[in-house]
Nanobody
Framework: QVQLVESGGGLVQAGGSLRLSCAAS????????MGWFRQAPGKEREFVAA????????FYADSLKGRFTISRDNAKNTVYLQMNSLKPEDTAAYYC??????????????WGQGTQVTVSS
């Protein structure tokens, strides 16, 4: 079982940027597809981005393409989410997930505790 810890969340003004990190421990994630999801209060958890073990395959939610970038450093067992041009509607708890194969949260086996991102207008 892999353990995931997200960091990098916080309060930012609209138009600003944040970089989230997801540090994995317990086993290497080199063979895992890794995903980012988010959940705003009163809403369902939604897919943000996913990246294959090699980094050669990347998926984004259509609404976030061009603003968010997912990447990974397998040597550091870490996955990143660069978020630019943030909007108030990006406010949510952001979760890292491991062991999936698609864009559905049901596909992923391991989850972090989440990091809060709040974008002020």
């Amino acid at each position: 079982q892999v353990q995931l810890v997200e960091s990098g969340g916080g309060l930012v003004q609209a138009g600003g940027s944040l970089r989230l990190s997801c540090a994995a421990s317990g086993r290497t994630i080199i063979s895992y597809m890794m995903g980012w999801f988010r959940q705003a209060p009163g809403k369902e958890r939604e897919f943000v981005a996913a990246i294959s073990g090699s980094g050669s395959t990347i998926f984004y939610a259509d609404s976030l393409k061009g603003r968010f970038t997912i990447s990974r450093d397998n040597a550091k067992n870490t996955v990143y989410l660069q978020m630019n041009s943030l909007k108030p509607e990006d406010t949510a708890a952001y979760y890292c997930a491991a062991g999936g194969w698609g864009t559905s949260s049901n596909d992923y086996r391991s989850w972090g505790q989440g990091t809060q991102v709040t974008v002020s207008s």
